[in-house]
């Protein structure tokens, strides 16, 4: 990775996704900052995101670097993980049924990612249809049971799922621009992802000779030195 990139590209990356994220656009303005549930999972998802080599420490922080670049690289990792907290709170419903759902969801998720031990490119297209999931829920589902109706039939009928739902599932509608930060944010925080020194090292997956097919499988010593001794 080079140096503009360590020290501009990638820190002005994750501060823009921060801010973007964290900006809540409306008649006034204000920054919402990332919840503590948002903390303890952006540091589940760096560990994640260490164990698949998609961000090597050691790359940004180590004892052959200068005191000035260690530093530079602690700030990377420090907005590295700021910016994933700020990403979860900004894709995740703020209350009510849907909120809980998206946790349970999102923290399965991730305990099945450190059991799986998945790559780095699988890592990045899982955040990438985890967060795509998310937006459509909070953005596109939920922002249009929550916003005001237009009509008596169609005020009637979100009266009546409100009534239903003991107004558990209904949440504040989102500013026109909030979910156009939103998805700007996610976008660039996965581009950002991409942009990190990853590991030198590569994961390869190894079947056992009864998971493959029978043409396949490796012939043990005893089969080949009975070949061996026919051939001879």
């Known amino acids: 990775m080079s140096a503009l990139r360590e020290a501009v590209l990638v820190p002005a990356l994750f501060l823009t996704v921060v801010l973007m994220a964290g900006v809540r656009p409306g008649a006034a303005v204000s920054m ?4 503590l549930a948002s903390l303890v999972a952006a540091t589940a998802l760096f560990a994640l995101l260490v164990q698949s080599g998609a961000v090597a420490p050691r790359r940004l922080v180590g004892a052959r670097r200068s005191t000035l670049a260690n530093l530079n690289g602690l700030s990377v990792l420090a907005a590295l993980v700021v910016a994933s907290a700020q990403v979860v709170t900004a894709l995740v419903p703020e209350s009510g049924v849907p909120a809980v759902l998206v946790w349970i969801v999102f ?11 998945p790559d780095r490119t699988r890592l990045l297209r899982g955040l990438l249809v ?20 237009e009509g008596r039939a169609a005020r009637a009928l979100q009266l009546l799922f409100e009534g239903v739902t003991l107004g558990t599932v209904t949440q504040r509608p989102p500013g026109l621009a909030e979910g156009y930060l939103a998805f700007a944010a996610a976008a660039l925080y996965l581009v950002g992802i991409a942009l990190l020194p990853s590991a030198s090292w590569r994961m390869f997956r190894v079947l056992s000779a009864t998971a493959l097919p029978a043409g396949d499988r490796p012939l043990n010593t005893h089969e080949s030195q009975t070949i061996d001794t026919r051939r001879d």
Request: no cysteine.
């Open 32 to 35: 919402v900052p990332p919840s």
């Open 107 to 117: 923290g399965s998720l991730l305990l099945q990612a450190f059991a799986m031990g």
């Open 130 to 149: 985890t967060f795509g999931a998310a937006f459509t829920l909070k953005f596109v589902l939920l922002s249009a049971i929550s916003s005001p109706a």
